[in-house]
């Protein structure tokens, strides 16, 4: 059975500091016990081996600058949208279930960021391939894409709070 330091999730930061990705703790123990990276933060856990102890990192940096290719856009998922809408439906507030396109695509609307939003199943019941203008009702806030390190590395997952200084994250928000 693993260690319970080694089950968890290390933030990965090229050697000037950018976040790059999130990687299994193990992989971070690996990578420092390798000289490849030095621990920039860790908890209280230590794995122990032979002739070592090493506390359990949660952030690592690299020691050499690795040249990596970013996606220009987050990829769209149902579980993306309700984390961007906050699990609530932008119609009523209520509990989202399901996601709507603002345009239907029955006419026309696209499955992008931009019209696609969070709805609870009475909300988007009841709107069917009807516009909002047909309904009279309005969007708080137009959907959009979500932007920001803490999208392009983590999209839906959690944001362990020790890592909100290396994606540049207030400690209020969350991805």
């Given at each position: ?8 999730a ?7 500091f ?10 971070a123990?690996v990578?420092?016990l390798?000289d490849?990276?030095v ?6 856990d230590?794995v122990h081996a032979e002739t070592?102890s090493?506390p ?5 940096r ?7 290719p ?8 149902r579980?993306?949208v309700?984390t961007?809408d906050?699990?609530t439906?932008?119609?009523?507030g209520?509990?989202a279930?399901?996601?709507d396109?603002v345009?239907?695509r ?5 499955h992008t960021w931009?019209n ?6 009475r909300c988007n019941?009841?709107?069917a391939?009807?516009s909002?203008?047909e309904?009279?009702?309005?969007l ?8 920001g ?12 709070p020790?890592?909100r200084?290396?994606?540049?994250m ?6």
């Amino acid at each position: 059975m693993p260690s319970p330091g080694t089950t968890g999730a290390s933030l990965l930061l090229n050697a000037t500091f950018e976040p790059l990705c999130v990687v299994s703790s193990r992989r971070a123990i690996v990578l420092v016990l390798a000289d490849k990276a030095v621990a920039v933060d860790s908890t209280a856990d230590v794995v122990h081996a032979e002739t070592v102890s090493l506390p359990v990192p949660v952030v690592v940096r690299l020691t050499r600058y690795v040249r990596v290719p970013y996606p220009s856009s987050v990829p769209l998922s149902r579980r993306a949208v309700f984390t961007r809408d906050g699990q609530t439906c932008v119609y009523c507030g209520g509990s989202a279930t399901s996601i709507d396109h603002v345009v239907p695509r029955s006419r026309g609307g696209t499955h992008t960021w931009d019209n696609v939003v969070a709805a609870c199943r009475r909300c988007n019941h009841t709107k069917a391939d009807r516009s909002l203008a047909e309904l009279g009702w309005s969007l708080p806030q137009a959907p959009r894409t979500p932007t920001g390190a803490a999208w392009r590395l983590l999209g839906h997952r959690t944001v362990d709070p020790r890592w909100r200084e290396w994606l540049g994250m207030p400690e209020s928000v969350s991805a």
